[in-house]
């Protein structure tokens, strides 16, 4: 067998933390040993289906237009049938509980989920995924925060998980544009102070909270990058609180890095996260992070010396700690330096590829007998 069938299954491929994932993950991937196709449920028409195909890899979108759609399940059963891929690999729960019955049912040699959110399910959700879990090889936790979550309040066993960290290529932030030069770039004043987030504008990123601190800081502006459901109640809200000329939602962006480059301090206020691929690429581009204490992000932010770590749904702190970074330059630039630093040593997503690679070899080695070597490919061990 010259290279291993791998199929990733995903619940859709919009923006988000799993998409940019799966994405970097292809990208880096190694095509010579591995040869992957990628199904989603809906969402198949979108930018990151889009850049998945660039890479020369098959995107097929189920058509689920609703969930546990009877008959987009039958196409799954029947497309893992045809592909009948070696190693099925899958992300996000609504791809994970059809997609470990399946795989089981057709026959599919190694499952791989993966887990990277914590405390958005109901119980329902919880059970389901308890009981399928017996069906996957492993499963992949993008924190600890999110392992011992899914072992402790789900029932998964300890045992199957691995943590595998989110990574990005930190080439890509290493020519960014001064302040001043991203700002003029933008059409923004050098003379203001600007904080920033970058985020779907769900409930969960829990931006009101951000909203909230924003009235007690004086002359600052924020710029708000990303775009989701919220949007409309959060404009409303900062025109409600007289805020709306110092808050600027400038909706999605293909490449926020030079927006990264025109900030003071980059903001994370959400209620959950199982680790934030947006406070992954600001700390890349040297910012300091002011972030909740919520899911993995302590394992990313070191309180005090990346950043500044306050609890969740308190507007007042939140407030209070990105006023002290404001207020000094000087930590901010040591911060900015230590989470690139931080982010270089243990972010990476070659390290995050060469884990992912290491469990697909480990598996194929216990459950097939196989190995790989350059001059002969995969083949048993002897």
């Not at 309040?153 to 001043?180: A, C, M, W, Y």
């Not at 808050?247 to 025109?262: K, S």
Request: aromatic content about 6%.
């Amino acid at each position: 067998m010259s290279k291993i069938p791998i199929f990733h299954l995903i619940t859709e491929l919009n923006i988000g933390g799993a998409e940019k994932a799966l994405t970097r993950l292809l990208v880096h991937l190694d095509r010579d040993r591995f040869a992957p196709t990628v199904a989603c449920l809906y969402g198949g028409d979108g930018p990151v289906a889009e850049e998945i195909r660039a890479l020369n890899i098959s995107v097929i979108d189920l058509g689920m237009t609703a969930k546990w759609r009877w008959d987009s399940l039958w196409r799954l059963y029947f497309l893992l049938h045809r592909e009948y891929p070696i190693i099925l690999h899958t992300w996000m729960f609504h791809a994970n509980v059809p997609g470990r019955v399946l795989g089981r049912l057709v026959g599919v040699p190694v499952i791989i989920s993966s887990e990277r959110t914590m405390g958005m399910e109901g119980r329902w959700r919880y059970w389901l995924n308890r009981i399928t879990s017996v069906l996957t090889d492993r499963v992949v936790c993008v924190s600890q925060q999110v392992a011992d979550f899914i072992v402790q309040e789900v029932g998964i066993s300890r045992h199957k998980t691995l943590v595998v960290p989110n990574g990005i290529d930190v080439r890509n932030f290493e020519h960014l544009p001064t302040k001043q030069q991203a700002r003029a770039m933008l059409g923004l004043s050098f003379d203001r102070i600007l904080i920033g987030t970058v985020a779907r504008l769900d409930r969960v990123k829990r931006l009101d909270v951000l909203l909230q601190a924003m009235r007690s800081l004086r002359d600052v502006h924020i710029v708000i990058v990303g775009d989701g459901p919220e949007r409309v109640r959060l404009e409303a809200m900062s025109a409600r609180l007289g805020l709306a000329s110092h808050i600027h939602f400038v909706g999605q962006q293909d490449d926020v890095r030079t927006w990264l480059a025109a900030m003071d301090v980059f903001v994370l206020s959400s209620d959950w996260e199982g680790m934030s691929n947006a406070v992954l690429e600001a700390m890349a581009a040297e910012l300091p992070v002011v972030a909740t204490t919520v899911g993995g992000t302590p394992e990313v932010v070191v309180d005090g010396m990346t950043g500044l770590l306050v609890p969740p749904r308190d507007p007042q702190a939140l407030a209070q700690a990105i006023h002290a970074l404001l207020v000094d330059p000087e930590r901010r630039n040591k911060m900015g330096q230590a989470g690139r630093d931080r982010v270089r040593h243990h972010f990476t997503v070659e390290r995050m590829v060469e884990k992912t690679e290491s469990l697909y070899e480990q598996l194929l080695a216990e459950k097939l007998n196989v190995r790989y070597t350059k001059e002969a490919g995969w083949q048993p061990i002897s």
